[in-house]
């Protein structure tokens, strides 16, 4: 093992220069190159590469983004390229494949979330050493308990709660948060049991406003005068569709969400009569340093991925679970998407607090 590729992939999250560190310094340690490559898979197909000394990576402990650059596009697999004056999905895996081999590539190590780590076992098949490491606010990567930069985004949402809180006491408002989770609620579910909220509605629970309505009017009934509402974006009426900003073309995922937070508030308002106030948190939720548990869960995984290269293993994704580092086959972490499940303890534990779910 001579040399690495390390690439980040889909969206940003807190933690991935801690990953990029980690790599650097621990495959420095073997005596091991390693070779950043810009803007994720596109860097990939175009032969876009850097080195990564130690000097390289000096200082991007804390900071957030990621040095490499990354895209959510440019799959290689169904590149876009401009045939004829005509832009069309391509097929050029291939380039990747060149492109490795004229670098003296041993193996890529693939940072990223379901998106990106399903290309990563794309080109395992087609004989590439691969490992991948887990990567999502969203934390819905199977096979593995978390993925890091979940944390600093509950974070920052739990913070933002804990803002809405104050002002919605003042003003007797209902407070509407909405924050990401397409598929899966766990930002929403872990920030509002952690900032206190007292409605959390998830893509996996339909919601139904009736519901919602009789628990905030339950409240005023108690001389408690406001409410605040934490919405993953991708949460849905009973009934109802997910709520899409608009379509975009040539998109692998074609569809952009947003506007739940607003639905909720309008309808509060329209059919409620309820002053309703909407926030959304946006990405904000992928800016920003990394929490401590995050930094500490970075190192650990790019560290882990290093080892797992000398050792020859490929093909896996190293994953947590309870407090060790292990590998999985990179199949089983993309074989569908982790969702909460309606047994999950933290979600049993809202309810008996008394937090409403819509349901």
Known sequence: MRKLAVLTGGGDCPGLNAVIRAIAKSAQGYGIEVLGIRDGFRGAVEGDFVPLALKDVSGILPRGG???GTTNRDNPFAYQTKLNGVNQAVDRSDNVIRNFKKQGIDALLAIGGDGSLNIALKFVHKGLKVIGIPKTIDNDLM????TFGFQTAVDTAQEALDRLHTTAESHHRVMVLEVMG????????????AGGADVILIPEIPYNLNRVALSIQKRAKQGKKFSIIVAAEGAKPLGGEMVVE????GRVDPIKLGGIGAKIGHDLEEHYGMETR????GHLQRGGSPNAYDRVLSTRYGAAAVDAAL????GIMVALQGREIVRVPLQE???QIKLVPLNDPLLLAARTLGMELGD
């Not at 608009?246 to 073309?249: A, K, V």
């Not at 909407?278 to 948190?281: E, K, S």
């Open 311 to 314: 050792e020859g293993e490929f």
């Open 278 to 281: 909407v926030t959304v948190l």
């Open 66 to 68: 990621t040095i490499l």
């Open 246 to 249: 608009r379509l975009m073309e």
């Open 182 to 193: 397409r598929y899966a609620g766990w930002i929403a579910l872990y920030a509002g049991v």
């Open 143 to 146: 096979a593995t308990d978390q």
């Open 333 to 335: 972490a993309v074989n």
